[in-house]
Each structure stands twice: as C-alpha cells, then as structure tokens.
Nanobody, 120 residues
Framework: QVQLVESGGGLVQAGGSLRLSCAAS????????MGWYRQTPGKQRELVAT???????DYLDSVKGRFTISRDSAKNTVYLQMNSLKPEDTAVYYC??????????????WGQGTQVTVSS
C-alpha cells in the first residue's frame, strides 16, 4: 500500500560524493519518520540516518559529519547526501518510512535497496 522508490546509488572513488533519494507513494496520511539503512553480505542491516516529521535527525557515529539526511515533506521524499565516502561505506542502502495511512493504520515500508560502491 505504501511504496518506496530509491535512486542515486552507484560507483564512486574514495573521497567522492553521492546523493540518494527515496520517494514514498501510496496510501499515506502522514509520515512520522524516514531513514536510511545499509547492509553488507553476512552482516545485519544497520541504521545510517533518520529524520522525523519535526526534522530531528540522528546518525550512525561513523557517518557523522560526512552524511546529511533531509526531507521534502510535500513530496514525501527523503535524501541522503554522502560526502567524503570511504570504502567501508560500500553497501546496499535501503530507505525506510514509518507512518499512518488514511485509514489510521500504521505502516513501516522499505525500498528495494540501491547499491553504493566506494573504490579505494
């Protein structure tokens, strides 16, 4: 009922930048929070950054000062600006959105994932 479409992944050299986008659509009344997670083979998915409806942000310690999360509430879109990328940032990045449908049902949706590869 709620779909997330991610874009912006790719291959970049260490020190470079990428910007991820994630647009939510479907039966959405309000989105309370959106976030980005990442996962590498054999490891658990980890939280990279989140942003609430009140624009309160939180970051994984290892990305603080390099990544910036932002949102366009009118477009139900969240962005992740990634600067000074390191090889250890290589992962599949997933978008997440939590909120309520017009029928007052909670949702917790995930995107399909986008690959980010940082070469050394």
């Amino acid at each position: 009922q709620v779909q997330l479409v991610e874009s912006g992944g790719g291959l970049v050299q260490a020190g470079g930048s990428l910007r991820l986008s994630c647009a939510a659509s479907g039966k959405i009344f309000v989105i309370s929070a959106m976030g980005w997670y990442r996962q590498t083979p054999g490891k658990q998915r980890e939280l990279v950054a989140t942003i609430t409806g009140g624009d309160i942000t939180d970051y994984l310690d290892s990305v603080k000062g390099r990544f910036t999360i932002s949102r366009d509430s009118a477009k139900n879109t969240v962005y992740l600006q990634m600067n000074s990328l390191k090889p250890e940032d290589t992962a599949v990045y997933y978008c997440n959105a939590a909120g309520v449908t017009p029928f007052q049902r909670a949702f917790d949706a995930w995107g399909q994932g986008t690959q980010v590869t940082v070469s050394s």
